[in-house]
T-cell receptor, first 113, second 110 residues
């Protein structure tokens, strides 16, 4: 399996608190992605990164920010968590060659009460 | 990204070949066909991808029609562990993101 570690794997927190999810890779891949998965919606892209300090918004970026200060780490932050952000969050990585596929982590299950 | 159409669900007997179809009639010339699967609540698992030619790896075979408007993923000898949701996605090469639809729920039975 691709060297992707998501942390934490599970988290329960309260509305209004800040939350940071971490995606760590050991593959030295350039591209990293954050998706969320909710019943009835499938996976939806939140943000992605195409290099250190280079990020862009995805389909459902409102309420989320990201940072990538080094190649191996891509952080997703919920500045003030809301119940609508309860979801399963997946990180993905992709190599530099054009047709290389994305590989996904095991996910973080986040519950906001 | 081009849209894809897949059956909602399919059944397959253990040991038989599972043939999962996908229609992508609006696919562009630079778009690849990717197949992923998701077992229960795990992360999506990459299976195979192709552009024009048929492809085979240790997991599956991908058959793409000559006009590229449809494809079929073949699991040659399905096992119970192949029960999962299978996603067919078309996407350009490069860093393009993947757009997941609802996929096909494949149930492999004894």
């Amino acid at each position: 399996d691709a060297g992707i570690t998501q942390s934490p794997r599970h988290k329960v927190t309260e509305t209004g608190t800040p939350v940071t999810l971490r995606c760590h890779q050991t593959e030295n891949h350039r591209y990293m992605y954050w998706y969320r998965q909710d019943p009835g919606h499938g996976l939806r892209l939140i943000h992605y990164s195409y290099g250190v300090k280079d990020t862009d918004k995805g389909e459902v970026s409102d309420g989320y920010s990201v940072s990538r200060s080094k190649t191996e780490d891509f952080l997703l932050t919920l500045e003030s968590a809301t119940s609508s952000q309860t979801s399963v969050y997946f990180c993905a990585i992709k190599g530099d060659r054009d047709n290389q596929p994305q590989h996904f982590g095991d996910g973080t299950r986040l519950s906001i009460l | 990204d081009a849209k894809t159409t897949q059956p909602t669900s399919m059944d397959c007997a253990e040991g038989r070949a599972a043939n999962l179809p996908c229609n992508h009639s609006t696919i562009s010339g630079n778009e690849y066909v990717y197949w992923y699967r998701q077992i229960h609540s795990q992360g999506p698992q990459y299976i195979i991808h192709g552009l024009k030619n048929n492809e085979t790896n240790e997991m599956a075979s991908l058959i793409i029609t000559e006009d590229r408007k449809s494809s079929t993923l073949i699991l040659p000898h399905a096992t119970l562990r192949d029960t999962a949701v299978y996603y067919c996605i078309v996407s350009p090469s490069g860093y393009s993101t993947l757009t997941f639809g609802k996929g096909t729920m494949l149930l492999v039975s004894p």
